[in-house]
């Protein structure tokens, strides 16, 4: 559900909260998060000793708690926290606590549509995980890469179900950990799994897997490619659910397998972060063409320009004819897009953000101290003290920018033509 | 050089070597072998094999050599004939057993610590040639037990010590509660994006060697620097599979850890006190350096130190030597920043002979300390010459910027009841550092 529509987009700028003031306010004040729409900005802050709570847009929750961390906004606005009372942790979701709570609680995650929320627990030793407050009931050994599904109705993580003692080597080779979609453990374990990807329909899953020290290949849905590899890294699905694409190692080199079988015609130094057009056409990765240098291939034909340091956050344009990611060479971050680097470098870039009709890319950066949002190349000339990441309106001739300037949290719609 | 090779110590039992050699036959170990070397490996092993002279010049640099008596045994040249070299010249068949022993060789007897490289005429990198042995080891299944649950727990935590996630952020969140009892205001910001720093550390837990973060985190909050450690794996900056030669676990540790600091948009890594081989790992995957700037915490505390982010309120009383970690100092010029820091926080600063670059090694690093139990006397009987060095110093401090060395050290110190003790350098810091707002908890 693409909830942009639902902002406002009128152009301005408006002061949401002056967050400077926070700091006399309570005893200390943590690094704040932004909601998606921009209309709120939300901080843990310390009332007292042992005394914590969360101030959004000045005001904070009915309920102190003991401790609090990780606060972050899901997709629909909604604000969780990490938070703790005498002892036992939940989640809190816009200031009320969940009823269930437990030893430990991390790892909080969201559908894409945010009406779900996950997250992993332990409780007297054994590990599971929580959703809307409701646990999964089964409990395991240990658990790990909690992953929800895109329509946010199932969750899998890697989980251990079979206990061995430290330093029993032979027992952890035997496989002892597997995926447990829901709770349930595929009926088949691995000396590792690793990389859980659920299709685009929430359907079907795959995972990474090491089936003896020295094997790796891909398992679907607990079924294993055909083919095992030296190494293989994370699995996606095409969009149209029919196909896993991976990356493996052949003969020390790298390439890209779909459901078990080489599909690029080449190998590189290094493949990683493929991705799939939105119509499922197209297949991008990061490569490394050759030792030290980076890029992304596009159907296995890897772009000219490239990096000596890193190729990362790699997107799709909506339509699936652009590609762009962040880069950085000889120390210098930049914004590539379709083979051509932005003019400037930064000392940090964050992953870039395609306009929905694809024709405009925006991507917020650092210098020094200071954060602002580029278009197309193109700065905007104002400095942020903190900044999150551009959105553009559904009709793509706007940006919301969230900045704190001077202290002071605004929100601003722009456009574009403006920066 | 005399030539006789004897192998003086009694025999170790470790069922990593014992059972994985039992599993082996000669055709397998030759399937592997030949899979192992070829290409680029086994174009620089010829080099280094073709080139050495058998000299011996390499034997007065080796720790281990020294310390039994300069037996031949342990010279590192022998060190090769009896591994690499035999298994070249019988092209791979060589037995079961050989390949336990070799194992042994180069997991127990050699610390990769390079020293023998700067006194070889030709700069044979002895380190190297071992790192290939211990792969062809660890391809065959043949490794040490402690090590290899090592490398498993890395390859299930990205950590070393089998710490679980929530072991990991509620080890951090009781680290930040004890501090605060002394720095009111102190925090550990754990997943602060676009924060200058992400510290990484070797993974600790609270009844290991925790109080190194809190320390830590007094020095960076009174130096005030943008800092973070993420909640999710990818903390810690070891990578004990490069002394396995599991390298696709390496590969993998490596790329979890730049990832986590790609994701949290971080300037650099502080690595904590580590004296580990760093940039294997990152050359496996293909990144000629590291990604995202690496910074040792020697230069890290020199710098804060150098441009007036921390002062010193007093100096340790005691006199302090410095064990120079190996790789450290061969590696870089650190050694000058960690004197600077000494001189600076110590009144009295006593040199370890040789020191630097010629410094002794532990008898502990690049995973000999790891490799467990069975194997600690053969340890304590390598760092002889280590002990000497110690107690030749007279005092009773010294000072490991390293947490293999660390660990050894006390080994060491207490196996040969020299009557001292360790510390990092972020312990002396701590200590000496001027702390603006110091809070008496009543």
Not at chain 2, 8 to 27: C, M, S
Not at chain 2, 285 to 295: A, M, Q, S, T
Not at chain 2, 387 to 398: D, I, N, P, S, Y
Request: glycine fraction near 6%; hydrophobic fraction near 40%; aromatic fraction near 12%.
């Amino acid at each position: 559900m693409l909830y942009s529509n639902c902002w406002n987009w009128e152009t301005g700028t408006r002061l949401v909260a002056n967050t400077g003031n926070w700091k006399a306010k309570f005893e200390w004040v943590e690094e704040p998060n932004v909601s998606p729409d921009g209309e709120k900005i939300a901080a843990i802050v310390k009332i007292g000793k042992g005394e914590f709570n969360v101030c959004v847009n000045g005001k904070i929750w009915g309920n102190h708690f003991d401790r609090i961390w990780h606060t972050r906004f899901g997709p629909a606005g909604r604000l969780t926290a990490l938070v703790s009372q005498k002892g036992k942790w939940t989640v809190a979701v816009d200031g009320n606590a969940w009823k269930n709570s437990f030893d430990y609680v991390w790892n909080t995650i969201f559908s894409p549509n945010g009406e779900n929320i996950a997250a992993t627990i332990r409780q007297d030793s054994q590990y599971g995980v929580v959703v809307n407050d409701e646990s999964w009931g089964k409990m395991f050994y240990d658990i790990n890469n909690l992953t929800i599904s895109p329509d946010g109705k199932r969750t899998v993580a890697v989980v251990q179900t079979v206990a061995f003692r430290k330093g029993d080597i032979f027992k952890f080779q035997e496989g002892c950990y597997t995926a447990a979609p829901d709770g349930k453990a595929w009926d088949r374990n691995f000396v590792n799994v690793w990389g859980l990807a659920f299709s685009p329909n929430s359907k079907k899953l795959a995972a990474e897997v090491r089936t003896s020290l020295y094997d790796y290949t891909v398992a679907v849905d607990g079924a294993l490619w055909q083919d095992t590899f030296s190494c293989v890294w994370a699995p996606v699905f095409s969009p149209d659910n029919k196909a896993v694409a991976a990356p493996v190692r052949v003969a020390d080199k790298w390439t890209l397998a779909e459901n078990g079988k080489q599909i690029w015609d080449r190998k590189f130094f290094q493949l990683w972060g493929q991705i799939y057009s939105p119509d499922g056409s197209k297949l991008a990765a990061i490569i490394a063409p050759k030792f030290g240098k980076w890029t992304i291939a596009v159907g296995g034909h890897p772009w000219i320009t490239t990096f000596s340091d890193l190729i990362t956050d790699v997107v799709f344009s909506p339509d699936g004819n652009s590609v762009a990611a962040a880069g950085r060479d000889k120390g210098r971050w930049t914004i590539v897009v379709d083979d051509q680097s932005w003019k400037d470098t930064y000392d940090m870039a964050w992953q870039p953000v395609f306009s929905p009709d694809s024709r405009n890319v925006a991507a917020k950066v650092g210098k020094k101290e200071y954060y602002t949002i580029v278009i197309n190349g193109k700065p905007w000339k104002h400095y942020c003290e903190a900044l999150w990441n551009p959105v553009f309106s559904p009709n793509g001739n706007k940006v919301l920018i969230r900045a704190i300037e001077n202290g002071k949290y605004y929100r601003r719609v722009l456009p574009i033509t403006k920066i | 050089m005399a030539q006789s090779v004897k192998k003086p110590e009694k025999k170790f039992v470790d069922i990593g070597l014992d059972e994985g050699a039992a599993r082996l036959t000669t055709d397998m170990i030759q399937q592997v072998i030949s899979r192992v070397l070829k290409g680029e490996t086994s174009a620089y092993l010829k080099a280094y094999v073709d080139t050495c002279v058998s000299c011996g010049l390499c034997s007065e640099a080796c720790h281990y050599y020294l310390s039994h008596d300069k037996d031949p045994y342990y010279a590192p040249v022998v060190k090769v004939k009896q591994t690499i070299w035999e298994i070249l010249k019988k092209k791979g068949k060589v037995s079961p057993e050989f390949i336990k022993k070799a194992s042994e060789i180069a997991q127990t007897e050699c610390d990769l610590c390079r020293r023998c490289a700067m006194y070889c005429p030709f700069g044979i990198d002895v380190a190297d040639i071992i790192l290939i042995v211990r792969w062809i080891c660890y391809m065959l299944g043949v490794t040490p037990q402690y090590i290899q649950d090592i490398a498993n727990s890395y390859s299930v935590t990205m950590n070393q010590m089998w710490i679980k996630e929530d072991e990991w952020i509620n080890s951090l969140q009781q680290q930040e509660e004890e501090a605060q009892n002394e720095i009111a205001t102190l925090r550990i910001p754990i997943e602060k994006e676009g924060a200058d720093i992400m510290y990484s550390v070797i993974s600790p837990r609270p009844e290991f060697r925790a109080q190194f973060i809190y320390k830590a985190a007094v020095i960076m909050d009174t130096a005030g620097v943008n800092w973070t450690m993420p909640a999710t794996p990818g903390p810690d900056n070891s990578d004990m599979t490069i002394y396995t030669g599991d390298n696709e676990i390496m590969g993998r540790v490596k790329k979890t850890h730049f990832e986590t600091a790609m994701r949290l948009k971080v300037k650099k890594i502080l690595m904590s006190e580590c004296d580990s081989i760093y940039d294997i790992g990152n050359k496996w995957l293909g990144w000629k350096w590291y990604p995202i700037e690496i910074v040792n915490s020697i230069e890290f505390y020199y710098e804060l130190l150098r441009d007036g982010k921390i002062s010193i309120a007093k100096k340790f009383e005691e006199p302090v030597t410095l064990h120079d970690p190996c790789n450290v100092d061969k590696g870089s010029a650190l050694y000058k920043m960690a004197r600077y820091l000494i001189n600076a926080t110590c009144k009295e600063f006593v040199e370890m002979n040789p020191n630097r670059e010629h410094s002794y090694c532990c008898c502990a690093g690049a995973g000999v300390i790891n490799c467990g139990p069975h194997w600690k006397m053969k340890q304590m009987h390598g760092s002889k010459i280590k002990a000497r060095q110690l107690a030749a110093t007279h005092v009773e401090t010294v000072i490991a910027p390293c947490h293999s060395c660390y660990g050894g050290l006390e080994d060491v110190i207490r196996h040969y009841k020299l009557g001292m003790n360790v510390r990092f350098l972020s312990d002396i810091l701590y200590e000496c550092i001027e702390k603006p707002r110091v809070v008496i908890d009543v």
